[in-house]
T-cell receptor
Framework: AAGVIQSPRHLIKEKRETATLKCYPI?????VYWYQQGPGQDPQFLIS???????DKGSIPDRFSAQQFSDYHSELNMSSLELGDSALYFC??????????????FGQGTRLTVV | AQKVTQAQTEISVVEKEDVTLDCVYE???????LFWYKQPPSGELVFLIR??????QNEISGRYSWNFQKSTSSFNFTITASQVVDSAVYFC???????????FGTGTSLTVIP
């Protein structure tokens, strides 16, 4: 079965650079989530989209933005990168959540290292 | 406010022992959903189980079992006859009846010693 695809898997950037992370949800899934997981930390919710519209917003810095495109893939854009942005970034997708508690399936993550 | 607490930070057991991972949650929603995810050393988050707040039936899947008790706001996870491949970080998560967001606990790192 198709899973959530994230690219790239690893990314190294310098401080103040920009980065774009991509996420391709499971086919027919209409909801996409972005999470950030620092070393030894639990995943922190950044933002979610339902049917290409922003649904919920968590602790996403103003330097970050995200969108979901017409083909349902999503991109997380990160600017003015800081050392503290180094983390594992997960994308997840689910079908018709909107408070129905459908499980989310996670991608393998993008490991971002800011040097 | 939604909150998930996993008080056990690290657990070590010897192979074939049983182990229970605790999860306590807080929510004001009358309908909510609970999940367990496994994060092996390779890093991906693997979905294990979902439970509705209105379904308190315990569930068993092979060596895994889950005990959901609304009275104590707990959703504990037991691995029977643990194996080395069970070594991972296990996260309990909560989703409410509005919005699209999962609230994760801080995770329990399980090490199964051969």
């Amino acid at each position: 079965a198709a899973g959530v695809i994230q690219s790239p898997r690893h990314l190294i950037k310098e401080k103040r650079e920009t980065a774009t992370l991509k996420c391709y949800p499971i086919p027919r899934h209409d909801t996409v989530y972005w999470y950030q997981q620092g070393p030894g930390q639990d995943p922190q919710f950044l933002i979610s989209f339902y049917e290409k519209m922003q649904s919920d917003k968590g602790s996403i810095p103003d330097r970050f933005s995200a969108q979901q495109f017409s083909d349902y893939h999503s991109e997380l854009n990160m600017s003015s990168l800081e050392l503290g942005d180094s983390a594992l970034y997960f994308c997840a997708s689910s079908l018709e959540n909107r408070g129905r508690g459908t499980e989310a399936f996670f991608g393998q993550g993008t490991r971002l290292t800011v040097v | 406010a939604q909150k998930v607490t996993q008080a056990q930070t690290e657990i070590s057991v010897v192979e074939k022992e049983d182990v229970t991972l605790d999860c306590v949650y807080e929510t004001r929603d009358t309908t909510y959903y609970l999940f367990w995810y496994k994060q092996p050393p390779s890093g991906e988050l693997v979905f294990l189980i979902r439970r509705n707040s209105f379904d308190e039936q315990n569930e068993i899947s092979g060596r895994y079992s889950w005990n959901f008790q609304k009275s104590t706001s707990s959703f504990n996870f037991t691995i029977t006859a643990s194996q080395v491949v069970d070594s991972a970080v296990y996260f309990c998560a909560l989703s409410g009846n509005t919005g699209n967001q999962f609230y994760f606990g801080t995770g329990t790192s399980l090490t199964v010693i051969p």
